[in-house]
């Protein structure tokens, strides 16, 4: 089973895409703010993450800067969550997949999906004859 992190500071916003990934049969670890979120990441526990681009508390644009930075955390599939009318350009250069608030529960399914089937994908092309150890 894959794992997947949410990092989200809304209660309502991470209990639901906890229930959309639970019930598309993910595990779920869950975080509140972004250095939280980058300390579970860092445990290597995590297959893929959710990660809301912008914060009350936290901005979610350095938390994507300190994943892409850390070594243990770099080749972390991320999808992140932006706010509509939110500026998606900056978040593109740190995410792998952009999901707009509001979102339908496909649409969220579909990106994480497909972000994990892109890094097994670049796994295989890169290491021909070697599993992926989480696949």
């Known amino acids: 089973m894959k794992t997947i992190l949410i990092i989200e500071e809304e209660e309502v916003i991470r209990d639901l895409v906890r229930a ?10 869950e ?11 860092r445990c290597g526990a995590a297959d893929a993450l959710v990660v809301d681009c912008m914060g009350r508390g936290s901005d979610g644009i350095r938390t994507l800067r300190r994943l892409r930075g850390e070594p243990s955390t770099a080749h972390l599939p991320v999808i992140a969550l932006c706010g509509l009318g939110q500026d998606g ?9 952009l999901v707009v608030k ?18 097994v ?6 290491n021909p004859l070697q599993p992926l150890a989480s696949a």
């Not at 959309?20 to 670890?29: D, P, S, V």
């Not at 975080?31 to 990441?41: C, H, I, K, N, P």
């Open 89 to 97: 350009a900056e978040v593109g250069l740190w995410a792998n997949a």
């Open 31 to 41: 975080a509140t703010t972004g250095e939280a979120g980058f300390d579970l990441a």
């Open 20 to 29: 959309i990934l639970e019930g598309a049969g993910y595990g779920i670890l």
């Open 121 to 126: 994908a670049a796994h295989a092309e890169m």
């Open 102 to 119: 509001p979102f339908r529960p496909a649409q969220l399914l579909m990106k994480v999906q497909m972000t994990l089937a892109a890094k």
